[in-house]
């Protein structure tokens, strides 16, 4: 996960997102990647990530907003860092 989390954090500061961006959207990183086992991100896609978006809803009772945080964390993490496309629907 360090190399992972490296990557991370070198696309997010090449993209001159804020410090609290980067931290909120790792924390979202970490948490997805801890719901499903710690299985690599690769190795998933958008069920998963609808999966994870469904738990946070009914499990935890998220707000929208969060929600929506959520998601973004992980299209950031697919598209940007793993150069791989989600679909989300909604």
């Known amino acids: 996960m360090a190399k992972l989390q490296e990557e991370f954090h070198g696309k997010m500061r090449a993209a001159h997102y804020a410090l609290n961006t980067e931290r909120s959207y790792w924390n ?4 997805y990647l801890f719901f499903h086992g710690m299985k690599h991100p690769k190795d998933m896609g958008a ?3 609808s999966m994870f978006l469904t738990h ?3 499990k935890e009772f998220v707000a929208g ?15 940007k860092v793993l150069f791989k496309e989600v679909e989300i629907e909604d």
């Open 28 to 31: 979202w990183i970490r948490r």
């Open 47 to 49: 069920p998963e990530i």
């Open 56 to 58: 946070l809803a009914t």
């Open 65 to 79: 907003a969060t929600q929506k945080q959520a998601l973004a964390a992980l299209v950031f993490l697919y598209e």
